[in-house]
């Protein structure tokens, strides 16, 4: 095992488990992860988190998460050599094709991890890679942990100089669309770019998107219904479950809101 810090907000957890789930773990998974309780912090749900990377010729998991709450923070006290209860692999995966030219992939904060094992997938396939990165500030932005060695045309975008605001970031996103006529479009980490690339793909019906949800959960199995939101299908709107149906979805599907009377 090996749990260290990777900047002020993010640390970098890999655990190896007895029975080798990395071997049947796709991308775009996650686990139900059980924080230990500590004096001062009891969490009680478990914490979903999505999967950074596998080594399976080690039996090994990764996961990158930012500190933020009761249950991340007591996470963070996790030392080598202690065990932890997960369950997983859960969910669907990403949509990934080796024939693929190209794929732009356009992420923030956490939602690097979740895409992370997309560019490593596209990289052992020799399909070229296009990454919108952005970040609070280049202090936050964690390049070298995303790419993981893997080649890309990379373009950062920060709320510290305005760079990551909507405008610039769409127009950004077009100019990449035309000229680098990406196969398939992912993204995860913000609702903002979401919506932004959902806006941008109804103009391009052949380019797919997907986008991996990011949803509050209590079970990850579908049966507390905690995570249900409101999909656009071909048979109407409908509920599904992000942690059964999902987390991967088209992003074509997305409603921003739901109106419930």
């Not at 810090?5 to 773990?25: G, I």
């Not at 991308?27 to 500590?38: I, M, N």
């Not at 202690?82 to 939602?111: C, H, K």
């Not at 196969?183 to 959902?198: A, E, F, P």
Request: hydrophobic content about 40%.
């Amino acid at each position: 095992m090996e749990h260290r810090w990777v900047n002020k907000r993010y640390r970098y957890l890999r655990l190896r488990s007895a029975a080798n789930l990395a071997v049947r773990t796709r991308t775009g998974q996650f686990y139900q992860l059980r924080c230990p309780s500590t004096s001062t912090l009891q969490p009680f749900l478990l914490r979903p988190m999505s999967v950074y990377g596998v080594q399976p010729e080690s039996g090994c998991l990764e996961f990158l998460y930012n500190v933020t709450g009761i249950g991340t923070t007591a996470l963070s006290t996790l030392a080598v050599g202690d065990s932890m209860e997960i369950v997983g692999p859960l969910g669907n995966s990403f949509s990934f094709d080796p024939s693929f030219r190209r794929i732009l992939v356009v992420a923030r904060g956490v939602g690097l991890a979740t895409m992370a094992p997309l560019l490593s997938d596209a990289s052992r396939a020799s399909v070229g890679i296009t990454a919108v990165m952005s970040a609070r500030s280049p202090d936050d932005l964690m390049r070298d942990e995303f790419l993981r060695g893997a080649s890309a045309d990379v373009h950062t975008v920060f709320d510290s100089d305005f760079s990551s605001s909507v405008d610039r970031v769409e127009a950004l996103v077009r100019m990449l669309i035309l000229t680098e006529k990406p196969d398939i479009v992912y993204t995860c980490g913000s609702q903002r770019l979401l919506l932004l690339l959902q806006r941008v793909l109804r103009e391009h019906p052949s380019i797919a998107g997907e986008v991996a949800m990011e949803q509050r959960m209590a079970c990850g199995l579908g049966v507390c219904l905690s995570c249900i939101r409101m999909f656009q299908t071909s048979a109407g709107r409908q509920f599904k479950r992000v942690c059964c149906e999902g987390p991967v979805f088209p992003i074509d599907e997305i409603v921003e809101e739901v109106e419930l009377g």
